[in-house]
C-alpha cells in the first residue's frame, strides 16, 4: 500500500506544536497531513471519563485517558502501569516519569495552561554563568515570536510591566487581561512578600472573562489537571476542527514508526502502523516530526538506515541526550486558618525571581508556587484515615479541605549528554522499541535544593502559620519534556539548528522542546510554541521559495 | 464716506450673519446625524449591512432566506459601490417602500414593510447619517444571485402591492405618548413584527397573528403578545425593559441568535425612555392564546440530578462503543457551567435550565439551536457567551444529530416541557438553517411567486383590455 497518503508537510504529532504548524502552513496555503499515534476522541468523553475515575486514580492525570495498545503511556501510578512503558533508570529514574498522553491534541489537554517565557538570562547560561548552553540566539530574537504564540493559544496576563514575566517591554501587550487570585495564592502572596520575594500573577492559556477563538471564558471549575470541561483553557484538541476547516487532514490511530530517507539525506517519507498492525507510506515534500521530547527522539533512533547508522539527524550522537525537565519537590501543609485552595483555576501564579542570580555559577535557581487545586480530595482521605464518621468526619472534612496547602519547587537543570534516551529491547505492543531513559538530575540541581530552595521552603511555610508540613524527599517529574534533540548553530554536537531544522536533513523539522538548549525553571510550552512560530516561518518559505 | 460705511458695515453684517447661518447648519447637521446614527441603531442596520469583521455598513453580510441566500448591499456614502448618489427622495423609497435607486426593488428581507411607517424627520436624519455620518468604501459586495422567479426583481411589485401597508403612522389619541412612541418603535424601526409575526404562503406576515411567534432560520421568535400563558403577559414592565438591555431575564428568558444580535447591537444602546415604550406598548399587544398551552413556557421544570446514581455503575468511557444516554451527555457537556442541577449559577451569568422559555417551549428550535451554535451576546453590561456543541469549526464538541437529539430530550425531560420528543431529522433541519431552507418550501415559494406575477399580469391585462375597450 504505497502512497496513500501525500501532502505538502507532513505533521506527526497533534499536540500544540503540531497544530500551530499545521494551520501555520494552511493559512499560507499548503496542504497539510497530520498523523497521530493516539485515538481521537470528543471533550465530553474525557470529561465523563474523569468524573468516572475511582478516587484513588483521580490524582493522575492520564488516568481518563486509556492508552490504546498500539499508542501507549503511563495510565496510572500502578506499579506495573508506570514501568510498563517507560524503561527509567539512573540516580533519579523516578524524575523523568512524565505524564504526556498520546491521543489527538497531544499532553495539552491536561496541561495547566501556564505560558512562564525564558528571561534573557536563561539563554545565556554559559557566557554569564560558566554552565550549561548558550541558545543560538537572544531572546529579543525570540520576542516577537512568544508574542505570536501568546495569541495563537490565547493567553491572559498582567498589563503592569512589574507584574510581568521577564519584566521587559513586550511587543504587544497580552491578548486578555489577567485572572485574579483567589484566597489560596493571595495569601501564598503576601506570605512571600513578608519573606521579600515576589508572587506573579501567571501568564496563562485561558479565556480571561471573555471568549476567545469561540471558546468559552474561564468559570473556575478548578479541574485544568486532567481536563478543561469546557475549553476554557487552551488544549490542542481544539484546534483539531478549525485545522480541518481550514483543509487539514488528520489521521488518528497511525503510529509513524520509520522516517525514510533518500541519498541526498532528505526525508522521503514516514511509515506508520494502523491498529490493525498494517503499515502504511506518507509521502511529502517536507517533514515536521512534533511528539515532544521523548517520541521524536525515540522515532529518530528506530530510523536507523545504512546513510544514517545511529539514526536520522543523528551524525551529531546527540539524538536522545540532554534530557531536560524541572526537577519537582513538592510540599504539603496544615495550615491552622483555613488556606481556600481551589477557586479559580488549578495554578495561577510562581515565584519567578528565585530563579535568577549570580548563583546559577555554583547551583540551580528555581521557581516556587502554591497549587491552586481544590484540595478537597487531599482532605477528604485524611480525614477518613483518622477513623472518623459521621458528623465529626464532615467537619474534619471541611477543615482538612479548607486548611490543606501544597506548594511546589520546580528546579532549572542543566543540559548534560549524560542524561539520555535509548532504545529499549523491551518491545511495545506493535513491536516497537520502548523508550530507555537514565536521569540524574546532577549536584547543581541537588545542591540548589539543599542550599538554596529548601531553606526558602521552610520559610514560607514559616510564614504561612502551617502546624504540619510535610516535604518531599524525592526529585519528581514536572511534565516538561525538553533537550533531547538539541539546537546550535554547530552540527556536530547540536540537532537542530535556529529554525528547528534538522541539521542533516534539510527537509525535516523538530520543533517542540526537543530542541530547547536550556529551559530555565518554567514551564516549556510557551517557549516551544515561540520556537513552532519560528520554524513555521521557516517551513513556508523553504516551501514558497520552491 | 457715509455711503461707504453703509456699504462696508452691511457688507460685514452680510458676511457674519452667512457665517452663522453656516455655522448653525453645521450644527444642524452635526445634531441630524447624531439623530440619524439613533435611528439607525433603533432599526438595527448594522445587523445586516456590516458583515462580521467588516467595514461598518459595507455590506456582504450572507442572509440566509427562504427563497436562497440574499447578500446586504452596501449602504455607506461611496459614490461606486454605496449609496452616495442617492438623493433624500431616492433614500426615502429605499427605506419605505424596498425600491432602488436604479428603479430596481429590494427583496423583502429589507425590512422596508416595517420602515414605511418611519416619518419624514426620521428619514431625513437617517438620510443625512448615511450622507455624512458615515465612512464611505468603495468596495462592492456579493451580488445577490436568486434562482428562478426570484431573480425577476419585477416580481416583488406584485408582492409588494398586495401586501406593503400605506405606512400611514397614525397617533392613537386614546393611548399616551409613551405608549405611542412605543408603537412607533415596534411596528417601525425596531421592526419586531419581521420575526414575531407568522408569515402566509407568500412569506407575508399574517396580521391576524401579529407578533404570535414564528420561525426565523433555526431559530424561533416566539410569542410576545401579552397572553400570560402562551405570550409575555406574565412578564413586568420592568423585567420586559431588563431584557430588552440586556438580553437576560433569569428564571425567564435570554437572548440567543437574532434576538441576541438585536439586543447587542439595538436595543441595548437605546434610551430608558425609548425601553420603556417599547415595553408598555409591548404590554398591550392583544392576546394570542395557543389551546396547547397549559402553562406558561418561564414555568417549566425542576432540578434534578441522578449524578448520585450515576458515578461509580457501569460508566461510560472513551474506549467503549457504548451509546452515551442522555445523562452521560448532560453532565459531559452541560453540567460543567449550568451545575448538576441545571440550576445554573448564583450570578446568573449561567442560566437556570427549568424556568427558561428555551427549555420551556413547545417548539424545540431554539434548545436545538442554543446546544448546536451557542451565544453570543455582547451589551454594556459585558458579554454572554455558550460555546457551540455541533462540531463547527470552533466549537468545543462535535455532538451528531442523534447525540444532540438524546440531549435535548434529557434536558426538556427533565427542566422543560416534556411532551413530543426531538428527533435526530429535528436537529439536521436546525443544523441546516432551520425548516424554511428546505427545497419543497423554496420549491413551493418560487411557484407561488411565479403565480402571483402571473395573476398580476392578467390583473394588468385585465385593466388593459377594459382601458382599450374604454378607448375603443
New interface residues.
Given amino acids: 500500500m504505497a502512497n496513500d497518503y501525500s501532502a505538502d508537510v507532513i505533521v506527526v504529532g497533534t499536540g500544540v506544536i503540531g497544530c500551530i504548524v499545521a494551520e501555520q502552513a494552511l493559512d499560507a496555503g499548503l496542504s497539510v497531513l497530520m498523523l497521530e499515534a493516539g485515538?481521537r476522541?470528543?471533550?465530553?468523553?474525557?470529561?465523563?471519563?474523569y468524573?468516572?475515575v475511582?478516587p484513588r486514580f483521580k490524582q493522575n492525570w492520564n488516568a481518563?485517558y486509556?492508552a490504546?495498545p498500539w499508542a501507549p503511556h503511563i495510565e496510572s501510578e500502578l506499579p506495573d502501569a508506570t514501568t510498563d512503558y517507560l524503561q527509567l533508570e539512573g540516580p533519579n529514574g523516578r524524575a523523568y516519569r512524565q505524564g504526556y498522553v498520546r491521543y489527538a491534541g497531544g499532553a495539552t489537554w491536561h496541561w495547566a495552561g501556564i505560558c512562564w517565557r525564558l528571561h534573557p538570562d536563561d539563554m545565556r547560561l554559559k557566557s554569564l554563568y560558566g554552565v550549561g548552553r548558550d541558545w543560538a540566539f537572544d531572546y529579543n530574537t525570540l520576542e516577537p515570536y512568544y508574542t505570536r504564540a501568546e495569541y495563537a493559544l490565547g493567553v491572559c496576563g498582567p498589563s503592569e510591566v512589574e507584574l510581568q514575566w521577564p519584566p521587559l517591554p513586550r511587543s504587544k501587550p497580552y491578548p486578555m487581561g489577567r485572572i485574579p487570585f483567589g484566597q489560596g495564592e493571595q495569601r501564598f502572596t503576601e506570605a512571600a512578600a513578608r519573606v521579600g520575594i515576589t508572587n506573579l500573577p501567571a501568564p496563562q492559556a485561558r479565556n480571561s472573562?471573555?471568549?476567545y477563538?469561540?471558546?468559552?471564558?474561564c468559570?473556575g471549575?478548578n479541574?485544568c489537571f486532567p481536563v478543561c470541561?469546557?475549553?476554557a483553557k487552551y488544549d490542542a484538541a481544539?484546534a483539531l476542527?478549525?485545522i480541518?476547516?481550514?483543509g487539514g487532514k488528520i489521521l488518528a490511530n497511525a503510529v509513524v514508526y520509520r522516517v525514510e530517507t533518500d541519498a541526498k539525506q532528505n526525508i522521503q517519507a514516514v511509515h506508520f502502523f494502523n491498529p490493525n498492525k498494517e503499515t502504511q507510506r506518507v509521502v511529502g515534500k517536507l517533514f515536521v516530526i512534533a511528539c515532544n521530547a521523548i517520541e521524536t527522539p525515540k522515532l529518530l533512533l528506530m530510523s536507523k538506515d545504512e546513510r544514517n547508522p545511529n539514526g536520522v539527524a543523528n551524525r551529531s550522537d546527540q539524538v536522545g541526550r540532554n534530557l531536560m525537565d524541572q526537577p519537582k519537590i513538592t510540599a504539603q501543609l496544615l495550615l491552622a486558618e483555613p488556606m481556600w485552595t481551589g477557586v479559580g483555576p488549578v495554578q495561577g501564579s510562581s515565584i519567578m525571581m528565585t530563579g535568577q542570580g549570580d548563583f546559577r555559577s555554583q547551583h540551580a535557581g528555581a521557581m516556587l508556587r502554591c497549587e491552586n487545586a481544590a484540595l478537597s480530595a487531599a482532605g477528604g482521605l485524611a480525614a477518613l484515615a483518622k477513623g472518623l464518621v459521621g458528623k465529626a468526619l464532615d467537619t474534619e472534612i471541611r477543615r482538612l479541605s479548607a486548611c490543606t496547602a501544597r506548594l511546589t519547587i520546580e528546579h532549572e537543570i542543566l543540559s548534560d549528554p549524560n542524561n539520555r534516551l535509548t532504545l529499549s529491547d523491551k518491545k511495545d505492543w506493535l513491536g516497537l522499541n520502548k523508550p530507555n531513559i537514565y536521569y540524574d538530575v546532577g549536584d547543581y540541581v541537588r545542591r540548589g535544593h539543599q542550599e538554596y530552595t529548601l531553606p526558602l521552603l521552610k520559610k514560607l511555610i514559616a510564614e504561612l502559620g502551617a502546624v504540619e508540613s510535610q516535604i518531599a524527599t524525592t526529585f519528581t517529574n514536572s511534565d516538561h519534556m525538553m533537550g533531547s534533540c538539541i539546537m546550535g548553530t554547530d552540527p556536530t554536537d547540536s540537532v537542530v539548528d535556529v529554525d528547528c531544522r534538522a541539521h542533516d536533513h534539510h527537509n525535516l523539522f523538530l520543533p517542540g522542546g526537543a530542541a530547547m538548549t536550556s529551559g530555565g525553571c518554567g514551564n516549556s510550552t510557551i517557549t516551544m510554541a515561540a520556537l513552532a512560530m519560528k520554524a513555521s516561518d521557516a517551513i513556508v518559505d523553504q516551501l514558497k521559495r520552491g | 464716506m457715509d455711503i461707504l460705511f453703509r456699504f462696508v458695515g452691511a457688507a460685514i453684517c452680510l458676511m457674519s450673519a452667512s457665517s452663522a447661518a453656516l455655522a448653525a447648519g453645521d450644527d444642524a447637521q452635526a445634531a441630524s446625524i447624531k439623530r440619524g446614527a439613533y435611528i439607525a441603531i433603533a432599526s438595527d442596520c448594522s445587523a445586516c449591512h456590516t458583515a462580521p469583521g467588516g467595514k461598518p455598513f459595507a455590506g456582504g453580510l450572507p442572509i440566509v432566506s427562504p427563497v436562497g441566500t440574499i447578500y446586504s448591499t452596501n449602504i455607506t456614502p461611496s459614490a461606486t459601490a454605496g449609496i452616495g448618489q442617492y438623493s433624500e427622495e431616492q433614500f426615502a423609497r429605499a427605506v419605505r417602500r424596498g425600491i432602488r435607486g436604479d428603479g430596481a426593488n429590494l427583496y423583502p428581507a429589507m425590512p422596508y414593510t416595517s420602515y414605511n411607517v418611519l416619518t419624514d424627520a426620521d428619514i431625513h436624519d437617517l438620510y443625512t447619517y448615511f450622507q455624512h455620518g458615515v465612512e464611505p468604501v468603495d468596495a462592492m459586495p456579493t451580488r445577490t444571485a436568486l434562482p428562478f422567479p426570484m431573480n425577476v426583481r419585477l416580481s416583488m411589485m406584485a408582492w409588494n402591492l398586495l401586501f406593503v401597508g400605506s405606512g400611514d403612522n397614525l397617533t392613537d389619541t386614546t393611548q399616551s405618548a409613551e405608549w405611542n412612541r412605543g408603537k412607533y418603535l415596534v411596528d417601525g424601526p425596531a421592526h419586531c413584527s419581521t420575526c414575531h409575526t407568522p408569515r402566509g404562503f407568500l412569506m407575508q406576515e399574517l396580521t391576524g397573528s401579529y407578533l404570535g411567534g414564528a420561525q426565523v432560520g433555526p431559530w424561533y421568535a416566539p410569542n410576545i403578545t401579552s397572553d400570560a400563558t402562551s405570550g409575555i403577559g406574565s412578564w413586568s414592565k420592568d423585567e420586559l425593559a431588563r431584557y430588552l438591555s440586556t438580553g437576560s431575564l433569569p428564571g425567564k428568558a435570554q437572548a440567543a441568535g437574532s434576538m441576541g444580535e438585536a439586543v447587542e447591537h439595538s436595543f441595548s444602546q437605546l434610551t430608558q425612555e425609548d425601553i420603556a415604550a417599547i415595553a408598555t406598548y409591548i404590554k398591550t399587544v392583544p392576546p394570542l392564546h395557543d389551546a396547547s398551552d397549559e402553562q406558561s413556557r418561564f414555568d417549566y421544570g425542576k432540578p434534578f440530578s441522578e449524578l448520585a446514581s450515576l458515578?461509580?455503575t457501569n460508566?461510560?468511557?472513551?474506549?467503549t462503543d457504548a451509546q452515551?444516554s442522555g445523562a452521560?451527555?448532560f453532565?459531559?457537556?452541560c453540567a460543567?457551567?449550568h451545575q448538576p442541577l441545571g440550576q445554573g449559577?448564583k450570578d446568573t451569568?449561567?442560566p437556570s435550565l427549568f424556568h427558561n422559555s428555551a427549555t420551556g417551549s413547545a417548539n424545540r428550535d431554539n434548545l436545538i439551536a442554543t446546544i448546536l451554535n451557542g451565544v453570543?451576546r455582547t451589551t454594556p453590561n459585558?458579554?454572554a457567551?455558550?460555546?457551540?456543541f455541533g462540531?463547527?469549526?470552533?466549537?468545543?464538541?462535535?455532538?451528531d444529530d442523534g447525540q444532540v437529539a438524546t440531549l435535548a430530550n434529557y434536558v426538556i425531560e427533565h427542566y422543560g416541557r416534556p411532551g413530543a420528543p426531538v428527533t435526530p431529522a429535528d436537529v439536521a433541519e436546525v443544523r441546516a438553517g432551520g425548516p424554511s431552507s428546505s427545497l419543497l418550501l423554496l420549491a413551493r415559494i418560487g411557484i407561488a411567486v411565479a403565480a402571483a406575477v402571473g395573476l398580476a399580469i392578467i390583473l394588468l391585462l385585465i385593466v388593459w383590455r377594459q382601458r382599450r375597450a374604454r378607448m375603443a
Fill in positions: 485515538p476522541v470528543e471533550r465530553w468523553q474525557i470529561v465523563e471519563n468524573r468516572n475511582p481518563p486509556p490504546k472573562g471573555v471568549s477563538d469561540g471558546r468559552p471564558p468559570c471549575n479541574n470541561p469546557i475549553s481544539s476542527p478549525r480541518e476547516s481550514k | 458515578r461509580g460508566p461510560i468511557r472513551s474506549d452515551a452521560v451527555l453532565y459531559g457537556n460543567s457551567c449559577s451569568y449561567y453570543n459585558g458579554q457567551f455558550m460555546p457551540g462540531g463547527k469549526a470552533n466549537d468545543i464538541n462535535a455532538l
